[in-house]
C-alpha cells in the first residue's frame, strides 16, 4: 500500500512542507529512514537526524523550523508522537481490512456468520457455531463445535478454539493460542497410578480482552473458566480451570495460575509469576515478577519475592541478604575474638 503526503496530511489533520504528492509505502525510525519510508521527530534528541534521514516524509510538531536544508517532505501537526500513533492504528486497521473466505476451509452444518467475515485457508468451522459481524479468522485455525465468537474479534493464524467456547466483541487472540482444552484432573488410585477426571466445563471470555501468542486455557471442570472485560494476557501464560480474571487485570508472560484461583480487577502481575490454586487475589493487587504466591492477597497489596511478601519488606530484606557474607564474616570474627 501506497500513501501520498497529501493523503497523510489528511488523516492527521497536518499541513504538508515540500511534495504533497511524495509516496511512502513503509514506517521506519527516523534514525533508519530510506526512500519510501514515513518517520517522525518528536524527541529533541533525535533532531539532528532530520537532516540526514532519507525518510520520503517525516512527520513533525508545528514548532519545528528546520535550522539546515532537508530533503524530506515534512507533514506539521500538533504533535507529532501522537500524530504517529494514530497512523500506525490506521496502517493496521487497513492491513487487517480482509474479508471473504478462502479455500480449502471448511464449514460444519448450522454456522452462521455475519458480514465482512474473513475466513483463511485451511480453517476448520465446527458444528453450531455462531460468529458476529467483521471477525477475522487467519488460515489454519480452529473453531469447535457451539463456539459463539462476538462482533470485531480478530483470530491469527493457527489458533484453536475448542467447543463450547464463548468469546465476546473486539476481542484479539494471537497465534498457537489453545482456549478450551482440558484441565489438568486427574485422580490418583491405589496402584499408583491417574484416572483422568473429565473436563466438561467451558470457557467465557468478556468484550475488548486480548490474548497473547502461545497462552493456554483451559475449560473447566464443571462450570466455567472466565476471563472478563478488558483483560489483558501476555504471551506464553497457562490459565488453569476454573480461574476467574477480573476485569482489567493486565498478566505479564510466563505466569502460570492454578485451578480455580479468583483473581480481582485491576491487578498488574508480572512475568514469571507461579499462583497456586483456589487462593483469591484481591482487586487492584500488583505482583512483581517472578514472585510465588501462595496464600490470599488482600485489595491493592504490592508483594514480590518467592514466597510472595510485602514489596516494602523484600525490599529492607534484600540489602540484609545482600550483605549477609559481610554479617556473616563478622559474626565469626566476633567468636573467634570472645
Do not use: W
Not at 4 to 18: D, H, M
Request: charged share 20%.
Amino acid at each position: 500500500m501506497k500513501f501520498t503526503a497529501e493523503q497523510i496530511a489528511g488523516i492527521l489533520e497536518g499541513e504538508v512542507i515540500g511534495n504533497p504528492n511524495a509516496e511512502v509505502y513503509k514506517l521506519a525510525k527516523i534514525e533508519e529512514g530510506i526512500e519510501g519510508s514515513l518517520t517522525f521527530l518528536a524527541n529533541q534528541k533525535y533532531i539532528n537526524y532530520i537532516y540526514s534521514t532519507k525518510a520520503t516524509i517525516t512527520i513533525v510538531n508545528n514548532t519545528f523550523v528546520p535550522e539546515q536544508e532537508i530533503t524530506t517532505t515534512l507533514i506539521k501537526v500538533d504533535d507529532a508522537y501522537k500524530a504517529f500513533s494514530k497512523l500506525l492504528e490506521y496502517y493496521n486497521q487497513v492491513k487487517l481490512m480482509k474479508s471473504g473466505i478462502e479455500e480449502p476451509s471448511m464449514i460444519s452444518e448450522n454456522v452462521t456468520y455475519g458480514e465482512g467475515l474473513y475466513l483463511g485457508a485451511f480453517c476448520y468451522i465446527g458444528k453450531n457455531v455462531t460468529i458476529g459481524n467483521n471477525v477475522k479468522i487467519y488460515p489454519n485455525s480452529y473453531i469447535g463445535d457451539n463456539v459463539t465468537v462476538g462482533n470485531d474479534c480478530i483470530f491469527f493464524a493457527g489458533v484453536r478454539i475448542y467447543s463450547e467456547t464463548v468469546i465476546g466483541n473486539n476481542c484479539t487472540i494471537h497465534s498457537g493460542t489453545i482456549i478450551g482444552s482440558d484441565g489438568f484432573g486427574f485422580a490418583p488410585l491405589e496402584d499408583g497410578t491417574f484416572k483422568k477426571i473429565p473436563q466438561i466445563g467451558n470457557v467465557i471470555i468478556g468484550n475488548d480482552v486480548e490474548i497473547g501468542a502461545n497462552t493456554t486455557i483451559d475449560r473447566a471442570t464443571l462450570g466455567s473458566t472466565f476471563i472478563r472485560n478488558g483483560v489483558k494476557l501476555d504471551n506464553h501464560i497457562q490459565v488453569a480451570h476454573n480461574v476467574d480474571i477480573d476485569e482489567n487485570t493486565v498478566i505479564a508472560a510466563q505466569t502460570g495460575i492454578a485451578g480455580s484461583t479468583k483473581i480481582g480487577k485491576n491487578c498488574m502481575i508480572g512475568g514469571q509469576v507461579g499462583i497456586a490454586g483456589h487462593l483469591t487475589i484481591g482487586n487492584g493487587v500488583k505482583i512483581q515478577a517472578q514472585s510465588g504466591i501462595g496464600k490470599n492477597l488482600a485489595d491493592n497489596e504490592v508483594v514480590q519475592g518467592s514466597p510472595a511478601l510485602n514489596y516494602g519488606d523484600f525490599a529492607k530484606s534484600y540489602v540484609h541478604f545482600k550483605n549477609l557474607p559481610n554479617i556473616v564474616s563478622e559474626i565469626n570474627e566476633l567468636k573467634k575474638n570472645k
